[in-house]
Structure formats: structure tokens, C-alpha cells
């Protein structure tokens, strides 16, 4: 079956480092999506992309990059992790562009910056 | 902008209850309303979903009618169990200048008390 992967799921990490976080999946999707997950805010989107070599800033993307090789890979990394960079980050893909397709989730990476 | 504004948590509820989490959205154009479930420890899942005006979404017993006059899309099940215990987001996609990306709803949580 296809599906979704994020390694590792949980991470702990100091300030000041530099982290990724993986995302593959095998639905051979062209849209790809990083979001963290926060109480009281619900999810943020991060950075997304349309497909290879395609990579979009979203709403609170500082501090954050992403890189699109192949179809199924797009790690998320923390240039220099900051406290505020503390959350549960998600990864997500969907096949098509119209707005009307389901977005297919990750379990989630758990990550503390100390 | 594009925004989605759901009921403050958390919601408790003997097994068997009625379920309504309401749901309003502001958005451009014609988007499309989702929810999606966050069971504990696990991602996001699509729990229904709807299109287009006075469509309705359906999954699990679970409802929800896309209202254009009201902008609103209301979850809602007749009778529910403790497995329902999780979070619920509403989200929207396919506004206006936001294309295919979702745009959440901060969520509800539900605690169903056998």
C-alpha cells in the first residue's frame, strides 16, 4: 500500500543546530507540504511543492528550507534550530492541483529544541 | 484573507450524545471544506469533505453540508462513541489566490466518556 513516512518521529536536538527532517512517500504524488502543529494554532503551513525542483515559501516559513531532488523525498531542515522551533511538524501530499484533493498525512516528527 | 474559525475545545460528551463542532470560513472564490481527524498519536485523516455549495460530506456517521449563505460547514453525528475521542479540523482549500493549499481551522477537541 502506499504511504507516508517521517523519520525520525521524534528528535531532540540543541539551539543553534542544524536538523532534517524526512518526509517520502509512495503515492508518487506531485504535491508536497510541511506543516508544524501547535496548541492553540492548529497547523501552519511551512513550505510546499508543486513537483521536482519546485519548492514554495507558506505562512511561517523563516528559519526553514526545503529541497525537492525526485518525486517522492522532501526533507525539511532547520538551519539553526531556535526554542520557537519547538512543535510536532507534519508532512503531507496530495495528487492534484485543484483544491479539491485530499491531502494525505504523515504520523508527525515530535521535535524539542533545547 | 483566506480563514477558517472552528468552536473552542474541549468538547465532552457521554457515548451516544449528539455531536455538532461548528465550523465558519472567510474565503474568496469557491473553495473547497474539509474535515480531518487526529486520532491521539497519530496524523491527520480526511474524515469527509465537500466541493461545492449544499454538497454533503459524509464518513462514519459523521455529517457535514457545505452552506455558501452562511459560510459555514458544520460537523455533526447523530450518536457517538468513545472511538470518536480526537481532534477535528476544519480546513478549506481552493480559495481564491490560495489554491490547492489547506488552510486550518485551529480544532476541536472531542472526549467522548463511555
Known amino acids: 500500500d502506499a504511504e507516508i513516512t517521517q523519520s525520525p518521529r521524534h528528535k531532540i536536538t540543541e539551539t543553534g543546530r542544524q536538523v532534517t527532517l524526512a518526509c517520502h512517500q509512495t503515492?508518487?504524488?506531485?504535491?508536497m507540504f510541511w506543516y508544524r502543529q501547535d496548541l492553540g494554532h492548529g497547523l501552519r503551513l511551512i513550505h510546499y511543492s508543486y513537483g521536482v525542483q519546485d519548492t514554495n515559501k507558506g505562512e511561517v516559513s523563516d528559519g526553514y528550507s526545503v529541497s525537492r531532488s525526485n518525486t517522492e523525498d522532501l526533507p525539511l531542515t532547520l538551519e539553526s534550530a531556535a526554542s520557537s522551533q519547538t512543535s510536532v511538524y507534519f508532512c503531507?501530499?496530495?495528487?492534484?492541483?485543484?483544491?479539491?484533493?485530499?491531502?494525505?498525512f504523515g504520523p508527525g516528527t515530535r521535535l524539542t529544541v533545547l | 484573507g483566506n480563514s477558517v474559525t472552528q468552536m473552542e475545545g474541549p468538547v465532552t460528551l457521554s457515548e451516544e450524545a449528539f455531536l455538532t463542532i461548528n465550523c465558519t470560513y472567510t474565503a474568496t472564490g469557491y473553495p473547497s471544506l474539509f474535515w480531518y481527524v487526529q486520532y491521539p498519536g497519530e496524523g491527520l485523516q480526511l474524515l469527509l469533505k465537500a466541493t461545492k455549495a449544499d454538497d454533503k460530506g459524509s464518513n462514519k456517521g459523521f455529517e457535514a453540508t457545505y452552506r455558501k449563505e452562511t459560510t459555514s460547514f458544520h460537523l455533526e453525528k447523530g450518536s457517538v462513541q468513545v472511538s470518536d475521542s480526537a481532534v477535528y479540523f476544519c480546513?478549506?482549500?481552493?480559495?481564491?489566490?490560495?489554491?490547492?493549499?489547506?488552510?486550518f481551522g485551529k480544532g476541536t477537541k472531542l472526549t467522548v466518556n463511555p
Open positions: 503531507a501530499s496530495s495528487e492534484i492541483w485543484t483544491g479539491t484533493d485530499t491531502q494525505y
Open positions: 480546513a478549506l482549500s481552493g480559495a481564491q489566490g490560495g489554491s490547492e493549499k489547506l488552510v
Open positions: 503515492w508518487n504524488h506531485n504535491n
